[in-house]
């Protein structure tokens, strides 16, 4: 059975960091690409990056670049999201989830397989 376990949420100021967590069982982990979602109330789920399969090729969304970090430790069946310079708007539960694609882009319609989130909240 395929289970994502995404972690590492909390509240936390803007210009904080967090770091999530998503650790994968039940399948070959490194061959899926690993995407990091997000979704707030009343709004559908937003691509925010993913990671080829190998981890050696990552894809952001334009709001995060430059404040946000993909990675993936393939031994240990983990991906990461270091999150740095947070703003309120980060605020979401954020999911990750896995695609057969290597480097599938940001739109939810490649994913197949889902964790359940983690609650991020930005704010003083």
């Known amino acids: 059975e395929v289970q994502l376990q995404a972690s590492g949420g909390g509240l936390v100021q803007p210009g904080g960091s967090l770091r999530l967590s998503c650790v994968a069982s039940?399948?070959?982990?490194?061959?899926?690409?690993i995407g990091w979602f997000r979704q707030t109330p009343g709004k559908g789920r937003e691509g925010v990056s993913c990671?080829?399969?190998?981890?050696?090729?990552?894809y952001y969304q334009d709001s995060v670049k430059g404040r946000f970090t993909i990675s993936r430790d393939n031994a240990k069946n983990t991906a990461y999201l270091q999150m740095n310079s947070l703003k309120p708007e980060d605020s979401a539960v954020y999911y990750c989830?896995?695609?057969?694609?290597?480097?599938?882009?940001?739109?939810?319609?490649?994913?197949?397989?889902w964790g359940r989130g983690t609650q991020v909240t930005v704010s003083s």
């Open positions: 989830a896995t695609s057969r694609w290597n480097l599938p882009g940001l739109s939810p319609s490649v994913y197949d397989s």
């Open positions: 990671v080829s399969r190998s981890g050696d090729t990552t």
């Open positions: 039940g399948f070959t982990f490194d061959d899926y690409a």
